[in-house]
């Protein structure tokens, strides 16, 4: 494990050499949470103002590659993969409900000492941020969320079934359960995703660890991890913006509008052409969004 100052200078130099959609993406620090081991790293100069990056289901930090080497150049990045995805920990029993990440994040705040971040979170993770800021007290300076999952009723048709029989599918195949996991993630995006970063998106759950991990998140996921802030959104006193691939098949812009009309002073950012994974839909239009939206804040 290298150093921070090693690691600092690796971030660095990723963030300037290596192309946007380069696999080299690469989590090196590790961070043990109550739900098993959280791989992280930080992008960017220590000393600038602190961004916290949330990815969501079945996603990992890598979606946000492109942005977080953006925003790199003004502020201080941390990516993180939440337990359960990407290169952290995946384990039997391990719990990865949106009750546990919420947890796991306010906890990863304190460890790395930041006190009011802004935040940018995406899909699950903005559950994430929003269940950590209302129930556990994480400040935020500001928050804007991605197309997330904040209002019922959420999960589609083959969410709902994976749910009520993870254990069926989880023992599919190895082929037949990479094919799944392949067009279920393709259908995340609206223009479509090249072979390369679809690659990348679904390896974390090919192998046999994986496929039942994969199934392990959808079989807690549970819409009373909304429901219990979705009365609490009036009570959000920070900047936000909520931002909308207007092209999402998975959450329909309109749930975009309306959770900005339940956080008072929120702005709502429609992004034309991208589907639900705008990150890899439009990355430029996300990222210009973000900026002007950290700028207008206070260091």
């Given at each position: 494990?290298?150093?921070?100052?090693?690691?600092?200078?690796?971030?660095?130099?990723?963030?300037?050499?290596?192309?946007?959609?380069?696999?080299?993406?690469?989590?090196?620090r590790t961070f043990t949470s109550t739900s098993g081991d959280v791989r992280w790293d930080r992008l960017g100069e220590p000393g600038r103002p602190p961004v916290v990056l949330l990815h969501g289901t079945p996603f990992s930090s890598y979606v946000w590659r492109a942005v977080?080497?953006?925003?790199?150049?003004?502020?201080?990045?941390?990516?993180?993969?939440?337990?359960?995805?990407?290169?952290?920990?995946?384990?039997?029993?391990?719990?990865?409900?949106?009750?546990?990440?919420?947890?796991?994040?306010?906890?990863?705040?304190?460890?790395?000492?930041?006190?009011?971040?802004?935040?940018?979170?995406?899909?699950?993770?903005?559950?994430?941020?929003?269940?950590?800021?209302?129930?556990?007290?994480?400040?935020?300076?500001?928050?804007?969320?991605?197309?997330?999952?904040?209002?019922?009723?959420?999960?589609?048709?083959?969410?709902?079934?994976?749910?009520?029989?993870?254990?069926?599918?989880?023992?599919?195949?190895?082929?037949?359960?990479?094919?799944?996991?392949?067009?279920?993630?393709?259908?995340?995006?609206?223009?479509?995703?090249?072979?390369?970063?679809?690659?990348?998106?679904?390896?974390?759950?090919?192998?046999?660890?994986?496929?039942?991990?994969?199934?392990?998140?959808?079989?807690?996921?549970?819409?009373?991890?909304?429901?219990?802030?979705?009365?609490?959104?009036?009570?959000?006193?920070?900047?936000?913006?909520?931002?909308?691939?207007?092209?999402?098949?998975?959450?329909?812009?309109?749930?975009?509008?309306?959770?900005?009309?339940?956080?008072?002073?929120?702005?709502?950012?429609?992004?034309?052409?991208?589907?639900?994974?705008?990150?890899?839909?439009?990355?430029?239009?996300?990222?210009?969004?973000?900026?002007?939206?950290?700028?207008?804040?206070?260091?």
């Open positions: 494990m290298p150093t921070d100052a090693e690691t600092d200078i690796d971030a660095e130099t990723h963030i300037y050499a290596e192309p946007a959609a380069d696999a080299g993406w690469k989590l090196t977080a080497c953006s925003l790199a150049r003004d502020h201080e990045v941390y990516v993180w993969d939440m337990p359960g995805y990407g290169t952290s920990e995946k384990a039997t029993g391990q719990d990865v409900s949106l009750a546990a990440q919420g947890r796991v994040f306010t906890d990863l705040l304190g460890h790395w000492g930041l006190q009011e971040p802004l935040v940018a979170a995406h899909d699950f993770g903005g559950a994430v941020a929003l269940r950590a800021h209302l129930l556990h007290g994480a400040r935020y300076r500001a928050l804007a969320l991605v197309d997330p999952v904040a209002l019922a009723p959420w999960g589609s048709p083959f969410f709902r079934l994976v749910g009520e029989h993870a254990d069926v599918f989880e023992r599919l195949p190895p082929a037949l359960h990479g094919a799944l996991v392949r067009e279920y993630v393709t259908s995340a995006s609206s223009p479509g995703l090249h072979p390369a970063v679809l690659d990348r998106l679904v390896e974390p759950w090919l192998d046999g660890t994986g496929q039942a991990a994969f199934y392990r998140q959808i079989a807690q996921a549970d819409q009373r991890y909304t429901d219990e802030i979705q009365g609490r959104y009036a009570d959000i006193g920070i900047p936000t913006l909520v931002c909308w691939g207007e092209d999402d098949t998975w959450i329909p812009v309109a749930k975009g509008r309306e959770l900005a009309s339940l956080v008072p002073g929120a702005r709502f950012e429609p992004i034309a052409g991208a589907g639900h994974l705008v990150q890899e839909d439009a990355p430029a239009q996300l990222t210009a969004a973000l900026i002007a939206f950290l700028q207008r804040q206070p260091h």
